[in-house]
């Protein structure tokens, strides 16, 4: 019987860091954004076996199981990651932007690479 949750380590530093920004910034929206990565980081268990099983193209019981678990986490997910940018007005998006303007800003003017030329034989 396949678990929900996923096997992989390192989920206990993740989790300290969700934490530290909770107790540094306390917020409805960022709670909202810990508990959806933590659903996140959870849901990506039953989806890898969705999707090797429909790979092998076979459907086991473990399928159905898998198939019912992903979407009640992707629909727990959605919840949250929607009530993220209402309960913060948006703000939660400002770091998004940010570093998109940075990333820009440090890269400079995009510029196509030129063409080689072919060389005719003289």
Do not use: Y
């Not at 508990?35 to 159905?64: I, Y």
């Not at 913060?88 to 400079?108: F, K």
């Amino acid at each position: 019987m396949p678990s929900p949750c996923p096997t992989s380590t390192g989920a206990g530093a993740r989790a300290q860091n969700r934490l530290l920004g909770l107790l540094v910034a306390p917020s409805w929206a960022g709670a909202a954004l810990a508990v959806a990565a933590v659903v996140a980081f959870v849901a990506r268990t039953p989806l890898k076996l969705m999707l090797v099983d429909r790979r092998r193209h076979r459907w086991l019981p473990r399928t159905g199981l898998a198939v019912r678990i992903a979407a009640m986490e992707m629909a727990v997910l959605a919840l949250l990651a929607a009530v993220a940018p209402v309960g913060s007005g948006l703000a939660c998006l400002v770091p998004v932007v940010h570093l998109e303007h940075e990333l820009a800003r440090a890269s400079g003017p995009v510029e196509a690479p030129a063409m080689p030329t072919a060389r005719r034989p003289a």
